[in-house]
């Protein structure tokens, strides 16, 4: 089956500085990949979704300059959280789907970004 | 706004017995609907997904869909220990962004030996 990696699984870093999170599409090309938020005890929250060759779409409330999207490629697409400060702390997950036919979405492991 | 609601539980059943976990939505225009499962700690992972009415089956899990009611539910028989999760039901109105599936907040699931 499909398969989609996210590196790294466990961040830690101090207020102010910048975390970089890849997610990688292992057995298929993804021209869309989508990034999700989820804090404790809530539930995913869609954050942008990342478009190969082209600018992220974000939604309402998710700040473009301090998430930063980039899909370079077919098979990469990473989330970069500027400036991380202590509210940032959450699970991000990136997802991506093979196909239209059924919405199905392949998650990647998810990243836990703690900032202290 | 559009919303998934689920109930919080947590839901305890025995081992063996029959786990349902409910889900309402509120945009008539849903089209696909999913049920995921997601251990503490961890990504979310596909159990099933359903787009008519009336039950699909596969293995243990009857997934049940009533647009009607605005109501989809998962069935889990024979539970058992390895099945307590939080389940998540997600539904995606395709007229949309095509990723901007709609996420409960999550039924979580106890299932006691």
């Known amino acids: 089956g499909a398969v989609v990696s996210q590196h790294p699984s466990r961040v830690i870093c101090k207020s102010g500085t910048s975390v970089k999170i890849e997610c990688r599409s292992l057995d298929f090309q993804a021209t869309t990949m989508f990034w999700y938020r989820q804090f404790p005890k809530q539930s995913l929250m869609l954050m942008a979704t990342?478009?190969?060759?082209?600018?992220?779409?974000?939604e309402q409330g998710v700040e473009k300059d301090k998430f930063l999207i980039n899909h370079a490629s077919l098979t990469l697409s990473t989330l970069t959280v500027t400036s991380a400060h202590p509210e940032d702390s959450s699970f991000y997950i990136c997802?991506?789907?093979?196909?239209?036919?059924?919405?199905?979405?392949?998650f990647g492991e998810g990243s836990r970004l703690t900032v202290l | 706004q559009k919303e998934v609601e689920q109930n919080s539980g947590p839901l305890s059943v025995p081992e063996g017995a029959i786990a349902s976990l409910n889900c309402t939505y509120s945009d008539r225009g849903s089209q696909s609907f999913f049920w995921y499962r997601q251990y503490s700690g961890k990504s979310p992972e596909l159990i099933m997904f359903?787009?008519?009415?009336g039950d699909k089956e596969d293995g243990r899990f009857t997934a049940q869909l009533n647009k009607a009611s605005q109501y989809v539910s998962l069935l889990i028989r024979d539970s058992q220990p390895s099945d307590s999760a939080t389940y998540l039901c997600?539904?995606?109105?395709?007229?949309?962004?095509?990723?901007?599936?709609?996420f409960g907040k999550g039924t979580k699931l106890s299932v006691k030996p």
């Open positions: 997802s991506a789907t093979r196909g239209r036919a059924t919405g199905e979405l392949f």
């Open positions: 990342s478009n190969e060759g082209s600018k992220a779409t974000y």
């Open positions: 997600a539904v995606i109105n395709y007229g949309g962004s095509q990723g901007n599936l709609i």
């Open positions: 359903i787009y008519s009415n």
